[in-house]
């Protein structure tokens, strides 16, 4: 993984010019002293308790976190701007005009003036981050002048929250001293005004998944908008799976040193069972085989008879079984529309030979990048990625509600899109890439469980950086699933799961992959995650999700070599989650 180049990531104070009242500090809750970001819209920042320079909280951001609050100033006129900062470098300034920045280990006060133009209507003034040093704290900003208006510009709305039924989405969210009005957003659209601090936005089609912001208003303007909330209509479609799943991949088409197992061999603990794997005839060909393990390398392999018969047995006990395609080997590239037909069409047919239940997507490797400058995930535009997204809707439009479909990448290709997106360029093209297909996919999706093994460090959105082996690493990544959050420098948030499509991969022991983590600690993040119990340090910006689908392993295989460790441990824990 290569780190990107170095750049300045800013928070933003936007000022706007009006008319004269008198000197003050200008900036709503420059302290933190409500306990939350209430009066700043920020990405990548968080309010914390320790360390502070006065008072009980400060803000902690990361290098390229930003914030934004917007106050009114008057033209022709000198202000004071000062913070209190700690940590890793942080600058404070004035956009075209005077700067200052320092690194100090202890609270230490930058400040400088400027003087706005005479006929300047509005002023940036910013605190950031150099881009790879890490986290900064930041307390008790001023900006310290004549004020533009009375009442002037009000604060940005408080974290709004939603509820959904099968049709709407109704949003809530606390009131603003000075304002008249609200107008709710999704993206860059107005979707509703209202006055009071509440509203609900209606004929919405089932199982839809929508973003919104908040600003508040009056007379002298709008002001800066809310953190994002997202909620899911009802009506979603159900794979007909246990509440908590046992979910684990069979090496069926290889032997790897863990030895074969045949299907009618796999224990009934297995509720999804993904054969391992389905492989293209060439990377962009689309063309993708599957075969069982050939007898010289697999010499107790079934017939592939006897190999459709178990299948069926284990349907009739409920249980699903999947073809998997991709694997670290198995690179897929769909550049052309061609391929994507192909892709369809050969993957249609391995499901009807062995009448199988659905579809795993464990592309790695180059599978999935993006081309420069596709930096929105909601629209991507790199023709691997378009191409995949439309097969797979053409694959569940075939199969109908019962399909299932299920993904498995690593913390590459999802979680490390926080901080880097492969479009926006200056890194690897790869990072973040599974995000839009992901997104396009999440009404049709039944389980995304991400590999939570063979992966370097992770920021999770604490700001800090997790490692894999523990349940911190686990209650991390997978709470980024469950919240959302902001990809990148791109100006767009991912909107997290529902949690009964959230499970979380790990190895099945220490030679199935590097990240294997002890059970009692895997049970320590099921039970924050789903009990937000046992946490450790960590605080759940997503909550606490009692429906949470459950656990994947690499393998079945390497489980059974190594004495069922796995399937012995988790699968009574899970059927004891609520």
Same mark, same amino acid.
């Given at each position: 993984?290569?780190?990107?180049?170095?750049?300045?990531?800013?928070?933003?104070?936007?000022?706007?010019?009006?008319?004269?009242?008198?000197?003050?500090?200008?900036? @709503?809750?420059?302290?933190?002293?409500?306990?939350? =970001?209430?009066?700043?819209?920020?990405?990548?920042? #968080? !309010?914390?308790?320790?360390?502070?320079?006065?008072?009980?909280?400060? =803000?902690?951001?990361?290098?390229?976190?930003?914030?934004?609050?917007?106050?009114?100033?008057?033209?022709?006129?000198?202000?004071?701007?000062?913070?209190?900062?700690?940590?890793?470098?942080?600058?404070?300034?004035?956009?075209?005009?005077?700067?200052?920045?320092?690194?100090?280990?202890?609270?230490? /006060?930058?400040?400088?003036?400027?003087?706005?133009?005479?006929?300047? @209507?509005?002023?940036?003034?910013?605190?950031?981050?150099?881009?790879?040093?890490?986290?900064?704290?930041?307390?008790?900003?001023?900006?310290?002048?004549?004020?533009?208006?009375?009442?002037?510009?009000?604060?940005?709305?408080?974290?709004?929250?939603?509820?959904?039924?099968?049709?709407?989405?109704?949003?809530?969210?606390?009131?603003?001293?000075?304002?008249?009005?609200?107008?709710?957003?999704?993206?860059? #659209?107005?979707?509703?005004?209202?006055?009071?601090?509440?509203?609900?936005?209606?004929?919405?089609?089932?199982?839809?998944?929508?973003?919104?912001?908040?600003?508040?208003?009056?007379?002298?303007?709008? #002001?800066?908008?809310?953190?994002?909330?997202?909620?899911?209509?009802?009506?979603? /479609?159900?794979?007909?799976?246990?509440?908590?799943?046992?979910?684990?991949?069979?090496?069926? #088409?290889?032997?790897?040193?863990?030895?074969? &197992?045949?299907?009618?061999?796999?224990?009934?603990?297995?509720?999804?069972?993904?054969?391992?794997?389905?492989?293209?005839?060439?990377? @962009?060909?689309?063309?993708?085989?599957?075969?069982?393990?050939?007898?010289?390398?697999?010499?107790?392999?079934?017939?592939?008879?006897?190999?459709?018969?178990?299948?069926?047995?284990?349907?009739?006990?409920?249980?699903?079984?999947?073809?998997?395609?991709?694997?670290?080997?198995?690179?897929? /590239?769909?550049?052309?529309? $061609?391929?994507?037909?192909?892709?369809?069409?050969? &993957?249609?047919?391995?499901?009807?030979?062995?009448?199988?239940?659905?579809?795993?997507?464990?592309?790695?490797?180059?599978?999935?990048? =993006?081309?420069?400058?596709?930096?929105?995930?909601?629209?991507?535009?790199?023709?691997?990625?378009?191409?995949?997204?439309?097969?797979?809707?053409?694959?569940?439009?075939?199969?109908?509600?019962?399909?299932?479909?299920? *993904?498995?990448?690593?913390?590459?290709? !999802? /979680? !490390?899109?926080?901080?880097?997106?492969?479009?926006?360029?200056?890194?690897?093209?790869? @990072?973040?890439?599974?995000?839009?297909?992901?997104?396009?996919?999440?009404?049709?999706?039944? &389980?995304?469980?991400?590999?939570?093994?063979?992966?370097?460090?992770?920021?999770?959105?604490?700001?800090?950086?997790?490692?894999?082996?523990? $349940?911190?690493?686990?209650?991390? *990544?997978?709470?980024?699933?469950? $919240?959302?959050?902001?990809?990148?420098?791109?100006?767009?948030?991912?909107?997290?799961?529902?949690?009964?499509?959230?499970?979380?991969?790990?190895?099945?022991?220490?030679?199935?992959?590097?990240?294997?983590?002890?059970?009692?600690?895997?049970?320590?993040?099921?039970?924050?995650?789903?009990?937000?119990?046992?946490?450790?340090?960590?605080?759940?910006?997503?909550?606490?999700?009692?429906?949470?689908?459950?656990?994947?392993?690499?393998?079945?295989?390497?489980?059974?070599?190594?004495?069922?460790?796995?399937?012995?441990?988790?699968?009574?824990?899970?059927?004891?989650?609520?």
């Amino acid at each position: 993984m290569r780190r990107a180049l170095a750049a300045l990531a800013a928070i933003v104070l936007t000022v706007v010019v009006a008319q004269p009242v008198s000197a003050a500090n200008l900036l @709503t809750n420059a302290g933190f002293e409500s306990g939350s =970001l209430s009066g700043w819209s920020c990405a990548g920042g #968080s !309010v914390v308790s320790t360390p502070v320079h006065s008072g009980s909280h400060a =803000l902690a951001s990361s290098d390229y976190g930003k914030c934004a609050q917007t106050v009114t100033v008057v033209p022709s006129t000198t202000y004071t701007v000062s913070a209190w900062v700690r940590g890793n470098p942080v600058y404070l300034g004035v956009t075209g005009g005077p700067s200052t920045w320092a690194a100090p280990s202890t609270y230490q /006060q930058l400040s400088l003036t400027f003087t706005s133009g005479a006929n300047q @209507t509005s002023a940036e003034l910013y605190l950031h981050g150099w881009y790879g040093a890490g986290t900064y704290y930041a307390d008790d900003v001023v900006l310290d002048g004549p004020g533009g208006g009375n009442p002037g510009t009000p604060a940005a709305p408080g974290n709004p929250t939603a509820t959904a039924t099968a049709s709407s989405i109704t949003l809530s969210w606390p009131s603003v001293s000075g304002a008249t009005g609200y107008r709710g957003y999704e993206g860059t #659209s107005l979707r509703t005004t209202v006055s009071g601090t509440s509203a609900t936005l209606s004929g919405l089609g089932a199982c839809e998944t929508h973003t919104y912001t908040v600003a508040a208003y009056n007379a002298a303007g709008e #002001s800066a908008r809310s953190a994002p909330v997202s909620a899911t209509t009802s009506g979603c /479609q159900q794979a007909d799976l246990p509440r908590h799943a046992l979910i684990g991949y069979l090496h069926a #088409s290889f032997a790897n040193g863990s030895g074969y &197992v045949r299907m009618a061999d796999v224990p009934a603990a297995w509720d999804v069972i993904n054969l391992a794997f389905g492989e293209p005839t060439s990377v @962009t060909s689309g063309d993708i085989r599957f075969t069982l393990c050939p007898a010289a390398e697999c010499p107790n392999v079934e017939s592939e008879a006897d190999f459709i018969a178990a299948i069926r047995a284990k349907q009739a006990q409920g249980k699903k079984v999947l073809i998997s395609i991709g694997g670290a080997n198995g690179q897929v /590239q769909l550049t052309t529309t $061609a391929a994507r037909d192909t892709f369809v069409q050969s &993957v249609s047919a391995i499901i009807d030979r062995y009448g199988l239940d659905g579809l795993d997507i464990d592309f790695e490797g180059h599978s999935l990048y =993006l081309n420069a400058g596709d930096t929105d995930f909601r629209n991507p535009t790199t023709p691997v990625i378009v191409n995949l997204i439309a097969a797979l809707k053409s694959l569940k439009a075939k199969y109908g509600s019962d399909f299932v479909l299920t *993904m498995a990448p690593e913390t590459f290709f !999802v /979680q !490390v899109g926080y901080q880097f997106y492969g479009g926006a360029g200056g890194g690897d093209n790869r @990072t973040g890439s599974y995000l839009p297909v992901i997104h396009a996919m999440r009404d049709a999706l039944t &389980v995304l469980h991400v590999q939570d093994y063979n992966s370097g460090p992770v920021m999770g959105l604490d700001n800090q950086y997790h490692n894999m082996g523990g $349940a911190e690493f686990h209650i991390a *990544m997978t709470d980024m699933i469950k $919240a959302g959050f902001p990809v990148a420098n791109t100006g767009q948030t991912f909107p997290g799961l529902r949690e009964d499509q959230i499970a979380f991969g790990l190895p099945a022991a220490v030679s199935a992959g590097n990240g294997y983590t002890a059970p009692a600690a895997v049970h320590d993040a099921l039970n924050c995650l789903a009990r937000n119990q046992s946490c450790g340090g960590y605080t759940l910006r997503g909550g606490a999700s009692p429906a949470i689908r459950g656990l994947m392993t690499w393998s079945v295989n390497w489980d059974r070599y190594y004495g069922w460790e796995f399937q012995n441990s988790h699968e009574p824990f899970l059927n004891g989650l609520p």
